[in-house]
Structures are given as C-alpha cells and as structure tokens.
C-alpha cells in the first residue's frame, strides 16, 4: 500500500448515481492509473494520467471519467452510464516503471 | 473480504516447501516484468521484478526466472510460509511511454501446515 491510500474501502451505490472514488499518494510520482479487478480475472486498465492535467483512456474507459488537478490526486467517477459497475477497484502510482497499488474500493451497485 | 478470483488455478504446498508458480507472458516485445502478490481484499503487493536483458534475479526467499524464447515466467518462493497464502500475478509492460501492465489470470497459492 505505501503511500497510497483510498476512501472509502467500501461503497454502496443505488442505480442510476454517480459515485466518485478516491485515491491520494504521497510519493511524488507523476503517473496514476486506475484499474477495475472482477473475480477471476486480472486488472484491467479503466484511466491513466501522466502528469497533472492530463489523462488518457485505457481499456475500458466508458462510463467512467477522471481528473487530474493535483499531483497527489486522481478521483474517478463511476457514472450512470456503466453498465456493470460492481467491481474491487485499484489505484497505482508509477515510480520509474513500477507501479505500487493502493488498498482498493469495493463498489457495490444495490 | 473481497473474492480475488472465484477460479484461478490453485497451488497446494506443504508449510516450508518450495513453491513454483509459473505464467505465460503474451507480447513478445515486452521487456520489463513484475510479480505482484494479492491478499484477499487488498490491492497488489509488488514481490519482485525482472527485465529482458537477464535471465534470472533473486530477492529475499523468492526468484524470478525468465524464457524469453518460450515467453515464461516463473516466481519461486523458497521455505514456503502461511502468510505466503495468496493469489499471485505477474505482469508484463513496455518500459517507457505510458507503461501499460498487461495482468496474467493469477494463480491461487494455498500453504497448509
């Protein structure tokens, strides 16, 4: 987990809202991805950003969207529109070319 | 806690034997490979790395070997533990630009005293 950490730990959400996911670092790294984990499978790339205001969509980026205004900072919004939204999520940080992980957010659609 | 993977691939050891796990890589171009240890409700722990110009790299009780002609990786955990009880990934990258991590399924390690 290191110096990455994300709120809440678990997540409820009713259909049809918008919920926004944290993740904070205090490593000073650059780039920050977000990953969606479902039983069975590995991580899969949702959002990257490279450096501070600016993003870049993975591989499964629809219904979700990101900012970027601080370094230690990537939220990630699940919005209305995707379709299966209950998932563990992760968030990394990139040191040279190993990224670290945070803790996860279990998000679960009611 | 949170189910990692209902149906990974199990390993069974025996408290203090070795253990290989063992993954197949897909994009031959890749040349920067890492080990991630998950517990159950967790995000991944990073256990090791290795790049393409070696062979072979050891780390406190683990090594990671790498066939770059048959694309393989392999972790191996000397005097296996129960707290090595976990499911273990490896990814592989492109060092450089956006480093995307390309996950492997995973393989449950399940240590019986």
């Known amino acids: 987990d290191g110096g990455i950490t994300q709120s809440p730990k678990y997540l409820f959400r009713k259909e049809g809202q918008n919920v926004t996911l944290s993740c904070e670092q205090n490593?000073?790294?650059?780039?920050m991805y977000w990953y969606r984990q479902d039983p069975g499978q590995g991580l899969r790339l949702i959002y990257y950003?490279?450096?501070?205001?600016?993003?870049q969509k993975g591989d499964i980026a629809e219904g979700y969207s990101v900012s970027r205004e601080k370094k230690e900072s990537f939220p990630l919004t699940v919005t209305s529109a995707q379709k299966n939204p209950t998932a563990f999520y992760l968030c990394a940080s990139r040191w040279a070319d190993t990224q670290y992980f945070g803790p996860g957010t279990r998000l679960t659609v009611l | 806690g949170e189910s990692v993977g209902l149906h990974l691939p199990t390993l069974s050891v025996q408290e203090g034997d070795n253990s290989i796990i063992n993954c197949a890589y897909s994009n031959s171009a890749s040349d920067y490979f890492i080990w991630y240890k998950q517990e159950s409700g967790k995000g991944p722990q990073f256990i090791i790395d290795i790049r393409s110009n070696m062979d072979k790299r050891q780390g406190q009780r683990v090594t990671v070997l790498l066939n770059k002609t048959v694309k393989h990786l392999s972790l191996q955990i000397a005097a296996t533990q129960p707290g090595d009880s976990a499911v273990y990934f490896c990814a592989e990258t492109i060092s450089g630009g956006y480093n995307k991590l390309i996950f492997g399924a995973g393989t449950r390690l399940a240590v019986h005293p």
């Open positions: 950003s490279q450096i501070v205001n600016d993003f």
């Open positions: 490593l000073n790294h650059d780039a």
